[in-house]
């Protein structure tokens, strides 16, 4: 990962308008958001006074017509090009009442980028198991690298605490999960990776929807767009947070007149505290602690949409990691295991779904949590993971799908990705055989499946 500051990715963002200024021009009189940056070299071609044209006309950017001059009603499906999508994106927001000149503003500049197609929806041949992703999002140069962070934020930190119930460890878990404590919140203008978005993948209607708001974030006139930089998704600054995101939960705290992503930490912080509110984060109470499951533990109870009362949970025989009684909890708890019943076991309450709604992911959440708590000087995970469980791959996985449906266990068609309505599945067949119900799809479940179910 790059060492990217603020000033560094504009720049790096603005210099590769400089150099595409031409092919953008298809958008007609250019301006703007880089002008102001030192490092922009002269540009020749850009806004020139009106001459008399020579008249055969380029014949490939004569094939775009400047977005006032068609009419787009509904969310651009396919373009023959991306400079038409982009052009056909602008008719579409003018026709949604985004003013003429914001959009001309945003879009100038904005250019075709393969990598973000590419990058965008791939299937893994291998899904990276939950072990690795924490070893590298929990490392322990990261660890240090947020204590390190930790003096300078500290203040703001607990300021934001007292008023959105959500602490520093919290805070500091999703900042160094999402940017590696700002060290990378990504090099791609907003427009122009939402507009790769739009054109080269099927998320259309989510481009659409962001690129939209995002040209709301730069008419209300307090963010420049060539300083909305993110990630090649469009995820925004420190805390990553879409444009959509950025209109409806981001916080002025620091009371510069808007909320800044980019340069203000009390922003920063009050923003994400106040995603976390707004979806139900729960002041005092913790996120999950690790447990110890007993012998015979009903492993199909572990599944977050299995909640019950952490009562329910000592009467089964759950003990704190450390063989404690566990402590009592206001709501509903759910038990999580991530890597089948030789791994690590988590009791985790309603804030740890709180942070998977900021990122549908476990592996996510789990490293939120754990880098917070070990950034305040908490501990790791203690029990150890299975690395030795050999990975399944995409035919694999595909095959497990199969051989399941096929059982009648599971409906829908195989497409390799192992979600909760697999997992349920492969629990129902580990019942059935009497093996421990984890639900973890593993080399040597598949090769009992083959036995079970051929011939
Ligand atoms: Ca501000």
């Not at 952490?310 to 009684?325: E, F, L």
């Amino acid at each position: 990962m790059g060492q990217i500051m603020v000033s560094a990715a504009v720049q790096a963002h603005c210099s590769r308008q400089g150099k595409r200024l031409v092919s953008a021009a298809l958008l007609t009189g250019l301006l703007t958001g880089c002008a102001a940056q030192p490092t922009q070299p002269p540009v020749v071609t850009a806004p020139t006074a009106p001459e008399p044209a020579p008249t055969p006309a380029a014949p490939a950017a004569s094939a775009v017509p400047d977005f006032t001059q068609i009419t787009q009603t509904t969310c651009p499906a396919n373009a023959a090009s991306y400079q038409e999508w982009v052009a056909r994106f602008g008719a579409y927001a003018l026709h949604q009442g985004e003013p003429e000149p914001v959009i001309r503003t945003a879009f100038a500049g904005v250019t075709e980028n393969p990598k973000i197609r590419d990058r965008a929806g791939k299937q893994a041949e291998f899904v990276t198991p939950v072990w690795t992703y924490l070893d590298r999002a929990v490392s322990a140069e990261r660890v240090a690298k947020g204590q390190a962070k930790l003096p300078e934020v500290r203040a703001i930190a607990s300021d934001v605490e007292r008023d959105y119930g959500v602490p520093p460890a919290i805070l500091m878990g999703i900042w160094g999960i999402e940017t590696d404590f700002g060290n990378n919140f990504g090099d791609v203008n907003v427009f122009e990776a939402l507009s790769n978005v739009g054109y080269g993948t099927s998320r259309k209607a989510f481009a659409c929807t962001e690129l939209l708001s995002a040209l709301k974030i730069v008419d209300r006139g307090h963010v420049q767009p060539a300083q909305m930089i993110g990630s090649w998704a469009g995820a925004m600054g420190h805390s990553q947070f879409l444009p959509s995101n950025y209109l409806t939960v981001a916080v002025d705290r620091d009371g510069s007149g808007a909320p800044d992503l980019w340069t203000s930490m009390p922003d920063v912080f009050a923003s994400t505290a106040n995603h976390l509110v707004r979806d139900g984060w729960q002041r005092g109470l913790t996120w999950g602690f690790e447990v110890k499951l007993p012998q015979g533990f009903p492993y199909q109870e572990a599944e977050l949409d299995i909640e019950k009362p952490a009562a329910h949970w000592q009467q089964r025989g759950v003990r704190t990691i450390d063989g404690q009684p566990l402590p009592a909890l206001p709501g509903n708890t759910s038990i999580l295991v991530l890597a089948g019943y030789k791994g690590p076991a988590f009791l985790v309450t309603k804030n740890f779904k709180t942070i998977l709604k900021y990122n549908y992911s476990t592996s996510y959440a789990l490293s939120v949590a754990y880098l917070g708590q070990r950034v305040m000087g908490g501990p790791g995970v203690k029990a150890t993971w299975p690395v030795d469980e050999p990975l399944l791959s995409l035919d694999e996985r595909e095959e497990l799908q199969q051989r399941l449906i096929d059982r009648g266990l599971l409906g829908g068609s195989a497409d390799g990705v192992i979600g909760l309505k697999t997992r349920k599945a492969i629990r129902a067949f580990q019942l059935q055989v009497g093996l421990p119900a984890d639900g973890f799809a593993t080399k040597a479940f598949l090769e009992e499946l083959r036995r079970r179910t051929s011939s």
